[in-house]
């Protein structure tokens, strides 16, 4: 973008020539030239008496201090036109020749001295070619500050991107950059990596944010910020798709230069000097600041980083050092969160998480001030969220890492006790409610280990935590009558909190409720389950989430899912299906399943069966269920599985048909029904022929029993993402088993029947229990 001054000024000329010597050169210049002109042409007289000093080769031919005496004479330039630019441009890339070359027949004083007479210019090709000699004399202190400023000055605005391409001021700034030290030559700092961050932000975007939010001292005296209109004005000349393109490209070839002249070296060096510094006083001031802009840079280079092996090997280095940063910024917010949002950039590497997940407990640490309560601001919710979500990416895809926070209890503690504080809060601002899904997703993620999942079951507070989250989250979703028209951010709420759920009750099968454990030979002592704990909380989860489920309305599809995928694994728990159905549970899953199998409406009915699965084997339930028509319903969705070939949906549907059919009484009133069973037979009998199964039948009359306990422990859900050629033949084999015993426990029963020998059911009946099918999800 271009901002017009307000100063009028003469138009610039060349200087006459004045005395023997430039004389000398005119003349010079009109032999030399003489054989390489071209004849003249009429009217062209006044291109020949041009001034000497306005033909670069002959530039070559003048001392330096003739070259500094010209450039003196535009002393005070603001405004100026394209010819004056290409003339002193022209002497500025001269003299950095020979300033290159390290002559020694000049001062540097006296350069600098002429130098800095065009600071004020507003030509960005000017201002740069004056940082290019500044920092060829390998200037230091305030110097190499002033030369740092200039590049900021240009590098602040998008528009000025190509000018970087076509000199190498990069590698002479890195190169001015390793002589100065954070401490020592903060501000120098500040203006490089601010250069660095802003060339190789991601897009505009970004560095319109880095405008807006430069608080370090001194960024703000070089000029004011583009307002809104300049900044459309500049940004509309290119179209959004060529300057998108354009502008990764152009990042990219500058990013790869600075890798390779080390500049990341450079960045840990002095984040590595900064924090030794930290840990024996508290950062203030500049020292401060210049850790707030290398940061930033660190992250801007992490952005575009991604196809650059070399560069991501750097930053992975610089890991440990930003973990150490954002602990000797503490206490300071705005520093802080620049930080950690660095290293949750950083945390999307692969190669970069595997060395974050080795100081997750560390990180963790990094909660403790914001775990005492207090008003929460903005950026604190900004650097909770960031924790959260850095958090997250490493206990995603590590294991040890899971067991290394689990085992870390000051980090429990922050951990929950931040969660706690922020579920206290009304839903009332996007920010609070995007750090309470990042930390959310900790627990979850941290809950994959069986260990640690069992283990969280029984954590004070958090049960707690998780039900209100789940009850606030529910009140709003009924505020609007369609999932489109809720906001993002509530809804990812829900659903991340149904996910941390549905982890958790994987473990709660009957931990809380079982008898079992007291008829073993060596008696378990009574675990009670902490206050607030989800131990503690079943029967009230179990009859909120028939409630959620319930205000649900019928475009909720994807809710509902992880509702059903909540109640898959809670209801294997016998307290949690008889809280369920006494809310009204049965009769919401009945009703899911008679929605049309297509899209996410599949999804949801292979989970709602098997809930249905794990609520048909309490024995009270199934004449309900029968009062439902239910026996209908899954002789339908077993027809319709069967005729599209669905093997795993027919598979859980006859597991829900077995454990009907378990119950003599239920299992008589079909028989003398006889329609329902007939129908269920026939297709039985039609898809299980000899082509169909393949050994799972010999091994079924062989070993019963065994394959029965086998079919207990099975996962009921599908792995879409298997691409083995026999996953078609596993699901076939898995429906064939249960689908056989179904087929002859139908026969068994049409048996009886017929014969009325009502004395074998009732002994059939007092071993039933121990043969129903409870699933897991």
Request: net charge negative; glycine share 6%; hydrophobic share 40%.
């Amino acid at each position: 973008m271009r901002y017009l001054q307000n100063e009028h000024h003469k138009p610039l000329t060349p200087p006459t020539p004045a005395g023997g010597t430039d004389l000398a050169l005119l003349n010079r210049r009109s032999v030399d030239a003489k054989p390489r002109q071209l004849p003249a042409l009429p009217g062209t007289a006044a291109d020949s008496a041009r001034p000497a000093t306005r033909n670069g080769a002959l530039l070559g031919q003048c001392s330096s201090e003739m070259l500094i005496e010209m450039l003196k004479q535009h002393a005070g330039l603001k405004d100026c036109s394209a010819e004056t630019v290409q003339h002193i441009n022209a002497i500025l890339l001269e003299l950095y020749t020979r300033v290159h070359k390290q002559e020694r027949n000049f001062k540097r004083a006296f350069i600098l001295g002429g130098l800095y007479g065009l600071v004020e210019c507003t030509s960005p090709r000017i201002l740069l070619a004056v940082a290019r000699v500044v920092l060829a004399l390998r200037v230091t202190g305030s110097n190499l500050t002033g030369a740092c400023k200039l590049i900021f000055k240009v590098a602040r605005h998008e528009q000025h991107d190509g000018l970087f391409h076509e000199n190498d001021v990069l590698e002479l700034l890195i190169d001015g950059l390793g002589h100065a030290s954070p401490l020592d030559d903060p501000e120098a700092c500040i203006y490089a990596y601010g250069c660095i961050r802003f060339l190789t932000a991601s897009n505009a975007q970004e560095r319109d944010d880095a405008l807006n939010r430069n608080w370090a001292a001194g960024l703000e005296e070089l000029s004011s910020p583009p307002t809104h209109a300049a900044i459309a004005a500049a940004t509309a000349l290119i179209s959004p798709s060529a300057s998108d393109t354009r502008k990764l490209n152009g990042q990219q070839t500058l990013v790869s230069r600075l890798a390779r002249h080390g500049a990341v070296e450079l960045m840990i060096l002095h984040l590595q000097m900064l924090n030794e510094a930290g840990a024996t006083r508290r950062l203030s001031g500049p020292p401060l600041h210049t850790l707030y802009q290398l940061s930033a840079a660190m992250r801007a280079l992490a952005d575009v980083a991604q196809q650059q092996q070399r560069l991501q090997l750097q930053l992975q280095l610089a890991c440990p050092h930003l973990i150490r940063a954002a602990e000797v910024s503490m206490g300071e917010l705005e520093v802080q969160a620049n930080v950690v949002r660095t290293l949750s950039v950083l945390s999307e590497d692969v190669e970069c998480c595997d060395t974050l997940h080795n100081y997750a407990a560390r990180i963790g640490l990094l909660l403790g001030p914001y775990s005492k309560g207090g008003q929460c601001s903005e950026r604190m919710l900004a650097v909770l969220s960031r924790l959260g979500y850095m958090l997250g990416n490493i206990l995603a895809k590590h294991e040890t890492a899971r067991v290394q926070y689990y085992q870390n209890d000051v980090a429990m503690e922050y951990l929950l006790n931040v969660l706690q504080q922020l579920s206290e809060r009304p839903l009332a601002s996007e920010p609070l409610l995007d750090a309470q899904i990042k930390l959310i997703r900790v627990v979850a993620n941290m809950s994959v280990n069986a260990d640690v999942g069992a283990g969280l079951g029984n954590v004070h507070a958090l049960g707690a935590v998780l039900f209100r989250l789940l009850q606030n989250a529910t009140a709003a979703l009924g505020t609007t009558a369609t999932e489109s028209a809720q906001p993002a951010e509530l809804l990812e709420l829900l659903h991340a909190t149904l996910g941390a759920l549905h982890n958790l009750c994987f473990y709660q099968d009957n931990q809380t409720t079982s008898p079992a454990a007291t008829t073993t030979t060596t008696p378990a002592p009574d675990v009670v389950p902490a206050p607030g704990s989800l131990q503690s909380l079943i029967a009230e989860l179990s009859t909120a989430l028939a409630q959620t489920l319930k205000r649900c309305q019928s475009q909720y599809v994807s809710t509902k899912v992880e509702l059903a995928r909540v109640l898959g694994n809670l209801t294997r728990n016998e307290l949690a299906r008889r809280c369920f159905c006494a809310g009204g549970g049965l009769p919401l899953i009945v009703q899911q399943l008679t929605r049309q199998a297509n899209g996410r409406d599949y999804e949801l009915r292979t989970c709602a069966i098997g809930v249905l699965v794990n609520l048909l084997g309490d024995g009270e339930q199934r004449a309900p269920f029968l009062q439902l028509r239910g026996a209908e319903l899954l002789a339908l969705l077993l027809r319709g599985a069967l005729e599209q070939e669905d093997w795993f949906l027919a598979n859980i549907v006859c597991q829900a048909m077995w454990n009907l059919l378990i119950d003599a009484q239920c299992a008589t009133a079909l028989c003398r029904s006889g329609s329902i069973l007939d129908e269920v037979s026939d297709l039985l009998a039609d898809y299980l022929d000899e082509e169909r199964l393949t050994n799972g039948d010999e091994a079924n009359d062989d070993e019963p029993e065994e394959e029965q306990e086998s079919r207990k422990e099975r996962q009921p859900e599908p792995d879409t993402e298997l691409e083995i050629d026999g996953a078609p033949d596993a699901l076939w084999d898995d429906f064939a088993l249960v689908a056989t015993d179904l087929l002859e426990r139908i026969q068994n029963n049409f048996d009886k029947q017929q014969r009325q020998a009502t004395h074998i059911d009732n002994d059939d009946n007092d071993n039933d229990n121990d043969d129903v099918f409870i699933d897991k999800m």
